[in-house]
């Protein structure tokens, strides 16, 4: 697979387009091309069938089926290697200084963590550094100047609306109706009342924020599965849901298992046995009338 994004130059961006038209530009300027998706922030991903096809949309500043024509930019896909995070950096160390001394490791991205000081609300730089590798493989450590750094797997916190409070998406892409983190009310947070609250993922007598939620807790399990793992976030849930209720075993393994029917039973057992010695077989009613007779 060569993939390779599309942005568009205008203010509009690429996959809000008729995707009919976009084909026929692709096809216009590829020929015959493997597939192509829209992304979440707005582009187009293009797999291609060979070098030339990646070479040739790398090049390529429009799109255009001789009638309408999108000014666009191409450049190669990235995969999302593993996430790390550092901590104790010190303060006074760039993140462009820690990016150049550790783009020999295999670090493609550096950036710092924000948090609210104890004195007041606002956000500042800390000493946890998060890293991105080239690479899937996480190192056990890290080497910055003189020191040595061990590296953690960076688990992200669950994503969560700030509009209908599912998880999963952001407001930005949001279809759901509007509910109140405090009381699952249709009113935002910052206008609610309620006296008790209701957590409008589980039910609960919480908000939505507390980390007891069991729906809160579930996300956290699948974004650590997600991470660890290196799997996409609906593979996740799926292993989740596989691991939480196994499927059940064939039945053909249970046949030792169930009982016969009544009626199996007293077939089988109404079968003379075959056997090399002379038996008696009664025949009559259950009262015990009836003829004896030997084989």
Do not use: W
Not at 2 to 26: A, D, F, M, Q, W
Not at 237 to 261: D, G, I, M
């Amino acid at each position: 697979m060569l993939p390779v994004i599309l942005e568009s130059k205008s203010g509009r961006v690429l996959k809000t387009y008729n995707p009919v038209y976009i084909h026929k530009c692709l096809e216009k300027c590829l020929g015959s091309y493997k597939a192509c998706s829209p992304l979440s922030n707005g582009n187009v991903i293009v797999n291609c069938c060979s070098v030339q096809q990646v070479t040739t949309l790398l090049n390529c500043t429009k799109l255009t089926d001789g009638v309408v024509a999108v000014e666009v930019t191409a450049s190669l896909y990235k995969p999302i290697g593993a996430l790390g995070v550092i901590y104790n950096v010190p303060l006074d160390t760039p993140t462009d200084v820690i990016l150049a001394c550790l783009a020999g490791q295999g670090v493609q991205s550096v950036r710092r963590f924000r948090s609210k000081s104890k004195d007041s609300s606002d956000m500042t730089e800390s000493k946890s550094v998060f890293l991105q590798f080239t690479t899937a493989d996480l190192p056990s450590e890290i080497k910055l100047g003189y020191m040595l750094f061990r590296v953690k797997q960076y688990i992200p916190r669950p994503l969560r609306c700030f509009k209908c409070n599912r998880y999963g998406h952001v407001a930005n892409h949001c279809r759901g109706k509007l509910r109140c983190s405090i009381c699952s009310g249709k009113h935002k947070y910052c206008e609610c009342s309620a006296a008790a609250p209701k957590c409008p993922n589980c039910g609960g007598s919480h908000p939505a924020i507390e980390k007891i939620c069991p729906r809160y807790q579930r996300e956290t399990e699948t974004f650590k599965l997600k991470s660890v793992a290196n799997l996409s976030y609906a593979d996740a849930c799926k292993e989740l849901r596989t691991s939480r209720n196994p499927p059940a075993p064939h039945l053909a393994s249970q046949s030792t298992l169930l009982p016969l029917p009544k009626s199996t039973v007293d077939r089988t057992l109404a079968k003379p046995f075959l056997s090399a010695t002379p038996c008696l077989h009664v025949t009559g009613t259950a009262t015990g009338l009836g003829r004896t007779h030997r084989n």
